[in-house]
């Protein structure tokens, strides 16, 4: 049966839901540190082990830029605005800081940022020791911990200090599972290993061009292998998405690793209890590519038929299973 990967989150994290469910339709509770505050994080962990005996994956904040410090909810950027990146927070309502903090120091005048998958772009005209000025080129919303990419390639560390202030709770707790978001070669998988007492499953997100580049040597050194087809979607162009996923996969079946695929495989049911064609149709072919599971995100996390989606992905399975017995 295909392995699913169930994100928690408000709509999951409660005594009824995880009663419910069990290994032989859910292999692992992912907790993702983008949207888990770290005081948080033990709390999660004790109250999903009260519950069930699934197992958990921490999933890194990874090397990814992200928004931070907005004063208001949210931030709609106008064309031809201007807009500021700051050092630090700052009183000014148009403005916000990037973390973590050395993607400030390497931004450049002329860079464009994109916030939250192209939602806003900005050009940087100019910078000083505080900020960064910047004009809106295509307006949008944006919020607090959005993801950011920027048109040329900087060097970010490949985790966060949340993310190594996780590996040491998640070596006190026995975690098991670590994603590793943004991998970008085989020695941050190695480097990552040592943060344990004991041995771990380390799942390689690839979803950034680096981590396609040097697909061959991540493989050597994870587990596992996890497609985030967003993430991904941010460094090239969406229409290459199916014929990278079919890439990767092929790359993880000879390397005998197992492959999971992940982003906006149910996204209608985030609000809708039934999926849509095009969604089933998705999931099916993404079985025949060769995936071995199914990541669910925010269909889980804040959805308001998380149950309802792990049927689904079970129900399609169960189709393909019959059609395409070994």
């Not at 925010?298 to 019959?322: D, H, N």
């Amino acid at each position: 049966m295909t392995g699913i990967f169930a994100t928690v989150g408000p709509s999951t994290l409660n005594k009824k839901f995880l009663s419910s469910i069990n290994k032989k339709t859910v292999n692992l509770l992912r907790i993702n540190l983008s949207h888990t505050k770290m005081n948080e994080l033990k709390k999660t962990i004790n109250f999903i082990k009260k519950y069930t005996n699934i197992p958990i994956c921490i999933d890194t904040e990874g090397a990814q830029v992200r928004t931070k410090s907005i004063r208001k909810l949210k931030l709609k950027l106008k064309k031809n605005s201007i807009i500021y990146i700051n050092q630090a927070n700052s009183k000014k309502t148009n403005s916000f800081i990037l973390s973590p903090p050395e993607s400030y120091r390497q931004i450049k005048k002329g860079d464009v940022l994109s916030i939250d998958f192209d939602s806003a772009q900005i050009r940087v005209i100019s910078k000083n020791r505080t900020s960064i000025k910047s004009v809106v080129i295509h307006e949008g919303i944006i919020a607090n911990n959005k993801g950011v990419s920027i048109n040329r390639q900087i060097k970010l560390a490949p985790y966060t200090n949340k993310d190594i202030e996780a590996f040491n709770l998640a070596n006190e707790l026995k975690i098991e599972n670590v994603a590793l978001s943004f991998a970008s070669s085989g020695n941050d998988i190695k480097r990552l290993r040592k943060f344990f007492d004991y041995p771990i499953n380390i799942i390689a997100k690839i979803e950034s061009k680096k981590g396609i580049k040097n697909l061959k040597n991540i493989l050597n050194e994870a587990n596992a292998i996890l497609i985030d087809r967003g993430d991904l979607s941010r460094e090239v162009s969406i229409e290459r998405i199916p014929e990278l996923q079919k890439k990767i996969i092929n790359s993880s079946k000879k390397n005998k690793k197992p492959i999971y695929v992940a982003t906006n495989l149910l996204e209608s049911m985030v609000v809708k209890r039934e999926p849509t064609r095009a969604e089933v149709n998705d999931i099916y072919n993404t079985l025949i590519d060769g995936a071995n599971g199914l990541v669910l995100a925010a269909e889980t996390a804040i959805g308001k038929y998380p149950r309802e989606c792990i049927e689904m992905i079970l129900r399609v399975s169960k189709v393909f299973q019959k059609n395409h017995k070994k």
